[in-house]
């Protein structure tokens, strides 16, 4: 091919949302001939990846064009269930839509219609620009138990900070590990999560193992004998559910030998003496019961982060889903507040949406101009949880998930009759006890999904089925800390539309005074106003564009420099303009302004007869470094490399059990059972095992009532509804349940 043209373009563009499934925000440059992605390859300019690229995004094409990929919409035409769907137009689908959820909301309220999404890819925008403009304060991550991945995190953060919080590798400087301005942390710790196989929330495992290579030294709080936990200096093998108990006595030896940032302290937080008090409960030897890690190892794990400035916490959603969620988080992020490792090179940095720009409106004000201040009072009063949690009222817009499945079941304070599902696999992986919400989602007269492929719940449930595109066949605008990214549309696939296509149309149809935009991309230029950048400019600079210096997203020491306050003076953006080691934000919520530890719903301490009877923690949904939740296992070359639904059961357990590796064994708890394949490895301590999450069999039969084989293999059918804390937000079971393993006999396979 010496001298001609392989490529009729190579697309440099942001990998993010269907296709790679995840959040991570990498650069990609895809290779296109005859209107065909035919190759892909990580972006080398993009500071972020650095030319790296993971597995998912290697098979892309396998995923695009794929044989059973949905490439145009479905109409249901035998029963729920039956499997049996004829093809329709685009026009008819929509008027479908707009003709029974005007029916609906005329007839039950507009708050009967639930719109449920999965996690952080694009949709937050197009889903709450559709929910609102047809009027539903219900939007809701449907089936994810306390709401607990990210929220609870980020709801700590701004309670005590005023503002969001990562760790530093350099990722907000555009020359990255060279740029002079930034230093290694000296000491990493790596909390509750499992960078290098995932790609997590704008966060990459592989600028854990940079930082290392410049000196970083490394504290892993896991269960597992991670990857990087096997590098730490220190591993600190926790019992699930107990991170808050270790982040106060952690805090209990920094504050009593005099290990915090004295200066720092006295400047910049507010609260100090209640929180050393406070953790005067959690000495060395109770925390060491509590969390069954040897007191000299976190002792010495405790010193080693306060004295080795800068130091950076990089935390996972395990600390999410543990009990009290909100508190834990609390707890973790004052430990960067006490040692003023806080917006400093290599510590904890401040992150802000790029330039200023948020992806959609979501500030009461902006909400208010384009929907009226009667459907924010409805949001606020009528919206799920709201009237229960005012942490749910007042924090982020999402109604709660596990009231929500009990209002379908009850129609308690009102009915609920529909739901808009939009990239989320509710019965094949997020929801916590699946039954239940398959139950729910039965009784609903109207469901729409909006998918790439037919899943367990668009199979059981959906009455329209909508085509929805890759990453690599949309326009979509990122703003989730810097950079400022385009998704840049490479090719067209079928009739499949982009969610925000799909959801502006429709809002247009519910609202047209609402929706000013006459196509996706004015609408992202609108968005992109205070950057002084039209979407068209921002691609073609290759899809990003970093903070820039002296703007608000940009690091670092901005507190000294008036840059995080509305008013312009130094400080933090909360109330008292510091540090709120007690939170005025949680009092306000009738919470407990400072930190503390509660025991799991089920744990050998708190349900010891239990515990007799079911003698192993279960820790579910460790990530896959191939699969992104209940996706790709259709993918040949994913599913190669993790083929079976495994339970993770260390050698001594297995023995005991007369267990081999491989073979099939039930995971059985108080609530049921479900089949794997044992995985026998010394990664897992003998007292737990770990069943990865959001498996079915795609290659088996979809219809009921076999359902892609989730009623064997879903592992969430063990994990219970109903234990968000008292904050609403935080606590889903899913890392801290009790089981037992039992050997499959033979014949009942
Ligand atoms: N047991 C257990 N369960 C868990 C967890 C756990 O740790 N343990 N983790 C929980 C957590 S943290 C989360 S966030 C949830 C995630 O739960 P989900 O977000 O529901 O997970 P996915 O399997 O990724 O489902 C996404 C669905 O949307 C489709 N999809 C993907 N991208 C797009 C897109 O861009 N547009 C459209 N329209 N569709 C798309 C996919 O094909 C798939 O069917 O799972 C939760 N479930
Ligand atoms: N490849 C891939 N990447 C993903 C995803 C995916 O499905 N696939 N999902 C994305 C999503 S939505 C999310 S929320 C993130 C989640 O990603 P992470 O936050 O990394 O979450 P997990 O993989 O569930 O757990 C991380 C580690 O926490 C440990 N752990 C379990 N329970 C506890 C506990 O109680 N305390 C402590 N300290 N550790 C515990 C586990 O052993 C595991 O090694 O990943 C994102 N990235
Ligand atoms: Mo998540």
């Known amino acids: 091919m010496a001298g001609e043209q392989k490529w009729d373009k190579v697309v440099r563009t942001t990998v993010w949302s269907a296709g790679a499934g995840c959040h991570g925000g990498c650069g990609a440059k895809l290779f296109v001939k005859d209107g065909k992605v035919m190759k892909v390859e990580g972006d080398e300019d993009h500071p972020w990846n650095q030319g790296r690229s993971c597995p998912r995004l290697l098979s892309l094409t396998q995923y695009m064009y794929h044989p059973d990929r949905v490439t145009y919409p479905l109409k249901r035409a035998g029963e729920r269930g039956e499997g049996k769907w004829v093809r329709i137009s685009w026009e008819e689908a929509f008027d479908t839509i707009v003709q029974r959820l005007t029916e609906i909301g005329d007839k039950y309220g507009r708050e009967s219609v639930l719109f449920c999404q999965g996690t952080g890819r694009d949709i937050g925008g197009p889903i709450s620009l559709l929910a609102y403009s047809y009027g539903s304060p219900n939007w809701v991550q449907f089936g994810l138990s306390g ?258 499945v009990d209002q379908v079941l009850s129609g308690d304070p009102y009915p609920i009759k529909a739901a808009w599902i939009q990239t989320t696999n509710i019965l094949g992986g997020q929801a916590a006890d699946t039954r239940k919400h398959y139950e729910a989602l039965k009784q609903l007269e109207f469901i729409v999904v909006v998918d790439l492929f037919h899943n367990p719940t668009s199979m059981a449930v959906a009455d329209i089925f909508l085509p929805a595109a890759t990453f690599a066949e949309k326009n979509s605008l990122r703003s989730w800390w810097t950079p400022l990214s385009a998704l840049v549309k490479a090719v067209q696939v079928g009739e499949c539309k982009s969610d925000w296509e799909i959801n502006l149309e429709l ?58 306050r509305p008013d312009g003076k130094p400080g933090f953006s909360t109330s008292t303009g510091k540090l709120e080691l007690w939170s005025k934000c949680y009092e306000g919520w009738g919470l407990d302004p400072l930190p503390y530890f509660e025991e799991p719903p089920e744990s050998p301490v708190r349900t010891p007869e239990l515990w007799e009877e079911y003698p192993l923690i279960l820790v579910s949904g460790a990530r896959s470094s191939v699969f992104f939740h209940s996706e790709h296992r259709m993918i040949p070359w994913l599913r190669e490399l993790d083929p079976h639904p495994v339970v993770e059961i260390n050698p001594q357990t297995a023995r005991e059990l007369n267990i081999e590796d491989g073979e099939w064994v039930y995971i059985e708890s108080k609530r049921g059972q479900v089949k794997r394949k044992a995985k026998v490895t010394p990664i897992v301590p003998p007292w737990l095992v770990m069943a990865p999450h959001g498996w079915w069999l795609p290659e088996t039969q979809g219809t009921e009532p076999y359902l892609f084989g989730i009623w064997d293999y879903n592992i969430n059918q063990l994990i219970p509804t109903g234990c968000q804390s008292q904050s609403g937000y935080g606590g889903g079971a899913y890392k801290t349940m009790l089981c037992r393993i039992t050997k499959i006999k033979e014949g009942r396979e």
């Not at 691609?539 to 995080?564: F, T």
């Open 507 to 564: 809002a247009r149809r519910f609202n047209p005074k609402g929706v000013p935009w006459k196509d996706v991309k004015e609408l992202f230029d609108s968005r992109l106003e205070v950057s002084g950048l039209t979407f068209d400019q921002l691609a073609e600079k290759g899809s990003w564009e970093m903070a820039r210096e002296g703007h608000p997203s940009k690091p670092y020491r901005r507190y000294e420099k008036g840059l995080l």
């Open 147 to 404: 709401q607990s991945c990210y929220t609870p995190r980020l709801v700590a953060m701004f309670a005590t900070m005023g503002d969001y919080a990562v760790a530093d590798a350099s990722q907000f400087l555009e020359k990255r590990y060279n740029d002079p301005q930034w230093t290694p942390p000296r000491c990493i710790i790596v909390w509750g999560q499992n960078p290098p196989p995932t790609c997590p929330d704008a966060f990459f495992g592989h600028w854990i193992v940079d930082c290392m290579k410049r000196g970083s030294q490394l504290i892993v709080v896991d269960p597992r004998v991670t990857w990087l936990a096997s590098r730490g200096k220190y591993h600190l093998q926790i019992r699930p559910g107990t991170d808050g108990a270790l982040a106060l006595g952690m805090m209990n030896v920094i504050i009593n030998e005099g290990l915090y940032d004295k200066d720092f302290v006295d400047k910049w937080t507010y609260g100090f003496d209640q929180l050393k008090e406070r953790v005067q409960e959690y000495t060395p030897d109770n925390v060491a019961e509590i969390t069954w890690i040897p007191k000299e190892d976190f002792i010495a794990a405790a010193r080693f982060y306060a004295t080795s400035k800068p130091a950076a916490i990089h935390w996972g959603m395990p600390i999410d889903m543990n009990p009290q969620a909100t508190v834990v988080a609390q707890a973790i992020s004052h430990l960067w507040c006490i040692t003023g490792n806080v917006d400093i090179p290599g510590g904890n940095v401040i992150a802000r949406p790029s330039h200023g720009v948020t992806a959609y409106p979501y500030s009461t004000a902006e909400l208010e101009r384009l929907y009226g201040q009667e459907f924010i009072k409805n949001i606020l009063s009528r919206k799920i949880g709201a009237s229960r949690y005012p942490m749910v009222r007042d924090f982020r817009h999402w109604a709660q998930p596990d009231l929500a």
